[in-house]
């Protein structure tokens, strides 16, 4: 089989607990940025102004065409998210709003802290209101650490729950606000805006979430797994796509109300990987809403794309993994071994950031180099070849994990950064030859 060929329903379904194996579809030669393109520079931006910032676990592109991004601080006890904004005039962080206070939850309760926004940004754009759900980690302002089980019925330690925002980027005020899941964190959202609805996953506990945003009332429609997936996503159907623990997929279909758990597995290295663990990292849309992109929360992450809209369930392509060879006898963290920030460009292509690390075996990455790198990836929807454009540089820190990627109205790449303190964001800067007028656009309506 070639680079990216398809797999049809009969053969997903024949393959069973091997669907899209990682041997089915070799890996893409990555090739280098052709000579004489065009560079992308790369610059930094720490939340210099919010100190205790120690990830960075939200980014996306507002109604307005500009980027919104969450300075989180789990780590601090009574730590607190702070949605920022990019500001091209000034080319610099604009510092919106302490959510914490602004939904009667300060860092000081004693509570367990709305610390982060966790891929939980989504737009509307006929009002122009960013809405934006918070997670769970961040102790109380007097604990070290914070477990929501431990805590779950001590009424002055357990987190009050997620709370749901509704920013109005038109004219900068916080429009109303709403405890979304109690007790519970929210690892990921989606929009569904045409019916007025926001879906969810809550943490701990694995659920899905339905809130009307009509009505202000919200509906637990089940358990999905022991593991959350970090993204939802929707079809042209209006169904919610997302995966369970052991990299199946998960649909939720509106009119049966019903969640439904496809037949064989997502992609994954068969070779030594059962599927488990293979849920959903990131998920980009393409331009023509046809298909998506996806990569995986796992060591050896692949690069997949869907076809949701096609067939009882949907033809999944196994693009391959998306770092580096490595020896696979030996373990690997996801932080080391990860692939984030997938986004469509103006020029049509995929762009995304993968892992990439000093390896003698696999990777001759100079010794007095960066052991961590963050390598910017373009993917050409058409030939599926990769080329990489440029590598995210940190001062004095790693690059590597990126949580999410977006694209501003002007068309300049965003990717939000995790693994140093304070933590930030990188603007890439595209090429005039790849940039088009609200290159955002069709917006990304999930975190």
Known sequence: MSP?????????????????AANLVPALEAEAKSPGETPYPVKWYPFTHHPDSD?????????????????????VPGGVVKPVRYNEDRDDLDYLFDLAEMVDDPGTSGRASQCKIHYSFAPSMHDGVLYMATHLSGPPIDLPRYSPWYSWHDAKRC?????????????????WWDTLIPKEGCRCLVHDEERGLLYAMSYPRDHFIIYDLHTRKRRDIGRISSINPQALFLDKRH?????????RLVRYTPETDRLEISPGLLAHDANYQTGWHSVFYDVAPSPDRECVYASTWCPNPHLMRIWPNEGE??????????????????????????????TFAGDGKLYYVA???????YNPTPGTGKELQGVVWRLDPRTLERQEVAQLKHPTGVANYV??????????????HVGNHPSGIFKVSMPAERKRKNAHLPIRMWG
């Open 239 to 247: 169904r919610v796509w997302t995966s369970s623990d052991y990299g």
């Open 55 to 75: 990830t960075c676990w939200s980014l996306s592109v507002g109604p307005d065409g500009r980027i919104y991004a969450a300075a989180c601080a789990e780590s």
């Open 403 to 416: 949580s999410r990627g977006a694209v501003d109205h002007n068309g300049d790449l965003f990717f939000g």
């Open 313 to 342: 369930w949907p033809r999944v392509e196994d693009l391959g993994p998306a770092t580096q060879a490595r020896d696979t006898t030996f373990p690997i963290d996801m932080f080391t071994d990860h692939c984030g920030g997938l």
């Open 159 to 175: 987190f009050r729950g997620s709370a749901l925002l509704a920013f109005d980027t038109r004219n900068d005020r916080v429009l």
């Open 355 to 361: 892992s990439r690390w000093r390896d003698p075996k």
């Open 4 to 20: 990216g060929q398809e797999i049809d329903r009969r053969t997903f379904m024949k393959i069973g607990s091997t669907a899209v």
